[in-house]
Structures are given as structure tokens and as C-alpha cells.
């Protein structure tokens, strides 16, 4: 549910969330859009860009050509580097991203902890201070077993690096394993100048209070953000979870149905009316590429006109073979 502790006074005006979008259109057209702040790539068959704002991610789509996702806010756009960190601002947002080699850093616990580290102190001293929706994609996400799993490491590194970053409360946020052939940590951030409106799921425990069984450090995230000018929400990554257990292990129409029902008890708990619409971009990571087609079944029947984009991509939990995330606008 949104937190009422959490409710911005009434005179504070926050700007205009970023449009996102999926484009098939050449990386250098769309950087060279106004108000542009951040392009995202897919795969290996990505075009290479020299720009902070443009990041090629390692997870692969089922689509040929894949679309470009598109991030364009009102106003002028300024971009640089810091370190390891790329940024762009712009309409009183700001994008950061890192992209680490663990090879060089020790492995998903250290990596992650400095990916938090040097992404935090960043956005520390910027005025867009306030982080609402972060992405993390890293490889072998499932492999290793028991405490040594690589997706309990990222979170245990993650809290240890994050310091005091999310001090007034976790972001929405997104975690899921990518085939790629270095073992690399991509982390990407959203920030505002004003802070956003966290949102719980009834049907589901909050992750940052999920039981030991999970790993000795529970995921640091809210299910759902909703941006600060209240025009829009970002959507976390959503799967077949009720309460903190998986549901409908191997049976992936029923874990789709679950995710729906997630995603459709969100937008209650926000305030927002029901469904989806072709304003709606939202990506699905599924796990087995022979299930990539029932997928978009799926959306055809019971999202249809939802932008969609599938990606390869492994969730936290081997029992679940799905996951979507994405955005609602008011």
C-alpha cells in the first residue's frame, strides 16, 4: 500500500515523469532527440555509441531487430562521466548507470558493493538526489547453491554498498541474470529531485522482509514506485510470489496468471485504475527461450496493445520462469 508517512506536502511541485518508450529507430537518431536522457540496447547486435546516456545491456531479445528503449524528459539534457559512473540530467531527473567487470573486482558480493558504492555517492551530491527505480543485471545470476548462490552474494554486496543511499526507503528495482559472456554487473538508476511514493503488494510480503531461507540479506526493494509528480508508476520486477513463497513451480501459463494478478493488485494499492494500455511499456524476462512464444500469447490475449519486449533473462529463483517490469502513466 502507499505509506501514508510518505505523502509529499501538497505544495511541492515535482516534474513530469520520463516518457519511456520502445523505438525501433538508429541509436544516433535517438540520442540526437530532444530531451533525450537515456538510450537502452539489447544484446549483442547493439550499435556502439561514445555518449553517457546510451547503455548496451547484456541481456538478449527474442525480437530481430530488438527496439531501442527510450527515456526522453521536458527540457535540456546534460551528460558526462564520474568515474565508472555515466550520467545524464535533464527535467529534474537523472540517470546513472555503472558497468563493472567482476573479474576485477572479486566476484557478485564485492562488485555489487561497489557498484552501490560509487553509484550512492554520486547521486549524493546531486540536486536529482532522490532514487526511485533501479535495475540490476548480472550473469549466472542462480548458479551456486545455499548461501553461495550468485543472487544472494549481489544482494549481500548491495546493502553493503548502498551505505545510506536509500536512508528514507528502498526504490522500485529489477535483478535478473544475463547470459553474457563476461561475468559483468549492470547497474542503472532513475533519481528526482523530489522523492517518490512507495508501493506494497497485499498479496505479497515486502522483499526487505522476506524469511533467512531467502539468503542472509533479504532484497533491498519496493514493488513499486510511484513518480513524483503522480503521473506514473515504475513497476518493479513482478513474478508468481504470494506472500514470499514461489507459486506454480514448471507451470508457466499459471505463474503468467499470478504475475497479472501482482502486477493488477499494484495498481490498486497505487491508486490507479485497472489495466494496461498502449502507454504502458513493459518488459517480460523469461527464462527457457522455447517459452518466449506462449509469452507473447499472453500478451496478445491479455495485455493487447501493451508495448512488450521479451529478454533472455534468468529471475532469482530457479522455480520461476518469468518476470515483467515496467511502467503505468496516469
Same mark, same amino acid.
Given at each position: 500500500?502507499?505509506?501514508?508517512?510518505?505523502?509529499?506536502?501538497?505544495?511541492?511541485? +515535482?516534474?513530469?515523469?520520463?516518457?519511456?518508450?520502445?523505438?525501433?529507430?538508429? #541509436?544516433?537518431?535517438?540520442?540526437?532527440?530532444?530531451?533525450?536522457? %537515456?538510450?537502452? @540496447?539489447?544484446? +549483442?547486435?547493439?550499435?556502439?555509441?561514445?555518449?553517457?546516456?546510451?547503455?548496451?545491456?547484456?541481456?538478449?531479445? =527474442?525480437?530481430?531487430?530488438?527496439?531501442?528503449?527510450?527515456?526522453?524528459?521536458?527540457?535540456?539534457?546534460?551528460?558526462?562521466?564520474?568515474? /565508472?559512473?555515466?550520467?545524464?540530467?535533464?527535467?529534474?531527473? &537523472?540517470?546513472?548507470?555503472?558497468?563493472?567487470?567482476?573479474?576485477?573486482?572479486?566476484?557478485?558480493?564485492?562488485?555489487?558493493?561497489?557498484?552501490? $558504492?560509487?553509484?550512492?555517492?554520486?547521486?549524493?551530491?546531486?540536486?536529482?538526489?532522490?532514487?526511485?527505480?533501479?535495475?540490476?543485471?548480472?550473469?549466472?545470476?542462480?548458479?551456486?547453491?545455499?548461501?553461495?548462490?550468485?543472487?544472494?552474494? =549481489?544482494?549481500?554486496?548491495?546493502?553493503?554498498?548502498?551505505?545510506? /543511499?536509500? @536512508?528514507?526507503?528502498?526504490? $522500485?528495482? !529489477? +535483478?535478473?541474470?544475463?547470459?553474457?559472456? #563476461?561475468?559483468? &554487473?549492470?547497474?542503472?538508476? &532513475?533519481?528526482?529531485?523530489?522523492? @517518490?511514493?512507495?508501493?506494497?503488494?497485499?498479496?505479497?510480503?515486502?522483499?526487505?522482509?522476506?524469511?533467512?531461507?531467502?539468503?542472509? !540479506?533479504?532484497?533491498? =526493494?519496493?514493488? $513499486?514506485?510511484?513518480?513524483?509528480?503522480?503521473?506514473?508508476?515504475?513497476?518493479?520486477?513482478?513474478?508468481?510470489?504470494?506472500?514470499?513463497?514461489?507459486?506454480?513451480?514448471?507451470?508457466?501459463? %499459471?505463474?503468467?496468471?499470478?504475475?497479472?494478478?501482482?502486477?493488477?493488485?499494484?495498481?490498486?494499492?497505487?491508486?490507479?485504475?485497472?489495466?494496461?494500455?498502449?502507454?504502458?511499456?513493459?518488459?517480460?524476462?523469461?527464462?527457457?527461450? $522455447?517459452?518466449? *512464444?506462449?509469452?507473447?500469447?499472453?500478451? *496478445?490475449?491479455?495485455?493487447?496493445?501493451?508495448?512488450?519486449?521479451?529478454?533472455?533473462?534468468?529471475?532469482?529463483?530457479?522455480?520461476?520462469?518469468?518476470?515483467?517490469?515496467?511502467?503505468?502513466?496516469?
Amino acid at each position: 500500500m502507499i505509506q501514508g508517512s510518505e505523502k509529499r506536502a501538497a505544495d511541492v511541485v +515535482a516534474c513530469r515523469a520520463p516518457q519511456v518508450s520502445y523505438r525501433n529507430v538508429e #541509436v544516433a537518431r535517438a540520442l540526437a532527440e530532444p530531451g533525450m536522457l %537515456a538510450v537502452l @540496447g539489447f544484446g +549483442a547486435g547493439t550499435a556502439p555509441a561514445d555518449d553517457p546516456r546510451w547503455l548496451a545491456l547484456d541481456l538478449e531479445p =527474442f525480437d530481430a531487430p530488438a527496439p531501442l528503449e527510450c527515456w526522453q524528459v521536458e527540457g535540456a539534457v546534460l551528460a558526462g562521466t564520474d568515474g /565508472a559512473v555515466q550520467w545524464s540530467r535533464g527535467g529534474g531527473w &537523472l540517470y546513472a548507470a555503472v558497468n563493472l567487470d567482476e573479474r576485477e573486482h572479486g566476484g557478485p558480493e564485492e562488485t555489487a558493493a561497489l557498484a552501490y $558504492a560509487q553509484l550512492g555517492r554520486f547521486v549524493a551530491g546531486q540536486p536529482e538526489r532522490h532514487i526511485v527505480r533501479v535495475w540490476n543485471y548480472l550473469s549466472a545470476i542462480n548458479q551456486g547453491d545455499g548461501d553461495q548462490e550468485r543472487y544472494k552474494q =549481489f544482494c549481500s554486496g548491495r546493502a553493503r554498498g548502498m551505505g545510506d /543511499a536509500f @536512508g528514507s526507503g528502498f526504490p $522500485a528495482a !529489477t +535483478a535478473i541474470g544475463h547470459h553474457g559472456a #563476461v561475468a559483468r &554487473l549492470q547497474v542503472y538508476l &532513475l533519481a528526482a529531485e523530489q522523492p @517518490g511514493t512507495r508501493v506494497e503488494n497485499p498479496r505479497q510480503v515486502s522483499a526487505w522482509r522476506y524469511p533467512r531461507q531467502y539468503g542472509p !540479506t533479504p532484497p533491498s =526493494f519496493a514493488r $513499486a514506485m510511484r513518480l513524483p509528480a503522480d503521473d506514473a508508476l515504475a513497476i518493479s520486477g513482478t513474478a508468481a510470489v504470494i506472500g514470499h513463497a514461489s507459486a506454480h513451480h514448471d507451470d508457466l501459463q %499459471a505463474q503468467l496468471d499470478e504475475t497479472l494478478a501482482n502486477l493488477e493488485a499494484l495498481l490498486t494499492s497505487a491508486d490507479m485504475a485497472a489495466g494496461f494500455d498502449t502507454h504502458s511499456p513493459l518488459k517480460a524476462y523469461v527464462r527457457h527461450p $522455447a517459452d518466449a *512464444r506462449q509469452v507473447r500469447d499472453f500478451f *496478445r490475449q491479455r495485455l493487447p496493445g501493451v508495448p512488450a519486449l521479451l529478454l533472455h533473462g534468468d529471475i532469482c529463483r530457479r522455480e520461476l520462469l518469468v518476470e515483467i517490469d515496467g511502467w503505468r502513466y496516469a
